[in-house]
């Protein structure tokens, strides 16, 4: 059975790219989300978040009549569910629980059109289980129709999973040239996602079962994470032995077989920040090496703040008619990583933010991607990075974005977190 119309639930930051790529290859495509902003943005032929070549291509798609969003399910011969999986709220020092209630809310939304013969893909980073537990939902509300986990290849509905494997910035090009990995419930749920991809993915698609591919980009992920925290604990020892952590790095890694990553104020994102939780959740007595690595990512930003302090502390030794009150901060980048817009998880936003919660001073930012602060944050303001360099008597370099590198401060302290200035 052919695929002639997809739905991708959730048009985020992998589901509208995802969304726009079958409709390139003139698929139908229904892209659903619950935010009327995003939804009305797409069907004006726009885009609600920064990725390099999407504008062009959702503007196509829409204008060339293959993709629109609504904000209710249609019927459909694939459901690709790409929306959040967040942490349920815990207290501090305890291992986060993931919250599959986004999964659970869009299994929900779609049953009512499923019909014989449909295909459900969960795209979402998830915990090992969360496939068939989307599947037993989904039987659950369906009681007309079957499903693999009791059916077999014989289901009327093949589920699988197929986790994302792309670096936000280059979205676009990885969703086509990477290497998908698919997790189908049965042999028949594989096959059918394989024919559902290869619509547009050029890579190979490698077929496992629906657990191994969860656990494949949680592994992914938690590997990335590891290797950050070694970088991120050399950072502060060679911080307390007086050694330039940049120049050790730098002579470490002319060892052939040595590949040391770099460090920053800590890990962000919905992946990486995120992903070796869902492993420690589920396994607390035998991710040691994992649950240790999230500890010291995770205490990165209190240890950039105490520089913070220092850098008060040493201006105001030197300027000694000068309060706090007198001190300008100013952090230079909010989002996770270089280049984007996407604010999830980041280190330096919440960096940012505790410094103008605790500083008696004024407290400013630069974030060349974004235009406005999302509406919850009212304790700093957003200013453009000469203003920032004139004003503030303190330099934070969160994010090495590619503006923050063409310039550099000729006045004040820097706390610079990259190794840039």
Same mark, same amino acid.
């Given at each position: ?48 978040? *920064? ?90 509300? +369906? ?13 009327? /509905? ?7 494997? *792309? ?5 676009? +090009? ?14 028949? #749920? ?14 190979? #698609? ?16 938690? #590997? ?18 007086? /050694? ?95 280049? /984007? ?28 991607? /974004? ?27 969160? *994010?090495?974005? +590619? ?19």
């Amino acid at each position: 059975m052919s695929f002639e119309t997809v739905s991708v639930i959730g048009l985020g930051y992998i589901g509208l790219p995802t969304a726009a790529m079958f409709a390139s290859r003139k698929k139908k495509v229904i892209g659903v989300d619950v935010n009327q902003h995003a939804v009305d943005t797409i069907n004006k032929g726009q885009i609600h978040i *920064v990725e390099p070549e999407l504008d062009m291509i959702v503007h196509a798609a829409v204008t060339e009549g293959y993709l629109k969003a609504t904000t209710t399910p249609e019927p459909a011969d694939a459901f690709l569910v790409a929306v959040p999986t967040p942490f349920l709220p815990c207290q501090e020092g305890d291992i986060p629980a993931p919250d599959l209630s986004y999964i659970q809310a869009a299994s929900k939304a779609i049953s009512p059109v499923l019909k014989k013969g449909d295909l459900v893909i969960l795209e979402s980073t998830s915990p090992v289980g969360a496939t068939e537990k989307m599947a037993e939902w989904l039987a659950g509300m +369906r009681p007309d129709l079957t499903f693999p986990q009791t059916h077999g290849k014989n289901a009327d /509905i093949n589920v699988a999973h197929c986790p994302e494997r *792309v670096l936000p910035g280059h979205v676009v +090009r990885e969703l086509v040239e990477n290497d998908r990995v698919i997790g189908g419930m049965s042999e028949r #749920c594989s096959e059918r996602s394989v024919e559902l991809y290869k619509t547009f993915v050029e890579g190979d #698609c490698v077929v496992t079962n629906a657990r191994t591919a969860e656990m494949a980009k949680l592994t992914e992920n938690s #590997c990335r994470d590891v290797q950050i925290a070694f970088a991120n604990e050399l950072s502060v020892i060679c911080d307390k032995l007086d /050694i330039n952590v940049w120049e050790l790095i730098q002579l470490a890694n002319r060892h052939p077989r040595i590949n040391i990553l770099q460090p920053g104020p800590g890990v962000g994102g919905h992946c990486i920040a995120v992903d070796p939780w869902f492993i420690v959740s589920k396994t607390p007595n035998d991710a040691k090496i994992i649950h240790t690595a999230r500890i010291v990512n995770d205490s990165k930003p209190d240890w950039v703040i105490d520089k913070v302090k220092l850098a008060v502390a040493e201006f105001l030794q030197s300027n000694k008619d000068k309060t706090v009150a007198d001190v300008k901060i100013a952090c230079f980048g909010l989002a996770f990583k270089p280049d /984007i817009d996407d604010l999830r998880e980041s280190p330096a936003l919440e960096i940012t933010q505790k410094i103008a919660k605790m500083h008696g001073g004024d407290v400013i930012a630069v974030e060349p991607n /974004i235009n406005t602060l999302p509406q919850h944050i009212n304790s700093f303001k957003l200013v453009d990075l000469d203003s920032a360099f004139d004003q503030a008597e303190i330099k934070v370099l969160l *994010v090495d974005h +590619r503006e923050f590198k063409d310039k550099k401060p000729i006045h004040g302290l820097v706390v610079d977190t990259k190794g840039i200035w």
